[in-house]
């Protein structure tokens, strides 16, 4: 998989070349580039940004530096790239649409700062390519790029090769719809703690029955509403007596 990011804080995404990530690049199962949006500025001030059309507060960035930047970083390649725009007045980002992008040979990140970046660069991008305008969360951060930085790293440990273990992806919390319930290793007892018997009782379906009642256990304290949205079918009777 190609990724690309175009930003004005390059070193923003200096944490891509370190742990999983850096070694997905090292072993070749993804290339990335990081580009700096002022290369596409023409004035001397390399400016980004200008003043909203209508008024109101903060700066919005001006769509012919981004244009410019990205049929250039777009350009050539047999692949068409889907381009993802990280914004607070996006879409959810969530574990499906990292499994759908998984899919995809090559995503452009175009990390706005300020108000955000004029909608026409948006508009015009998706006559020739599939854009997703999304966010990770109901909170506001100052830019795209940490982001930016969540979403790639949710999508590179998809793809095959990547994670160690293969099953750890298909065990994930989400995987199935219900949270992750606790996990325990040595020692055996930790501070008059013990680890609960059935993980060391050997019997499988005992654990796979213990795990299955903690995940929708934690999943109905924290996060109800992912329990309302399993489809019908996925509880099973033993579920139900939880
Ligand atoms: Cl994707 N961008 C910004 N700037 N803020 C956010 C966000 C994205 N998602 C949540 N808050």
Redesign the pocket.
Known sequence: MRIDVITIFPDYLNPLREALLGKAIERERISVGVHDLRDWTHDVHRAVDDSPYGGGPGMVMKPDVWGEALDEVGAAQEATPRLIV???A?RP?DQKTAVRWSQDPWLIFAC?RYEGIDQRVIDDAATRMPVDE???????????EV?ALTMIEAVVRLLPGVLGNPLSAEQDSFSDGLLEGPCYTRPEVWRDRPVPDVLRSGNHAAIARWRRDQALERTYHRRPELLSALPEGDLDKADRKQ
């Open positions: 990280p914004t607070p996006g980002f706005g999304v966010s990770i969360g109901d909170y506001v951060l100052v830019g795209g982001a």
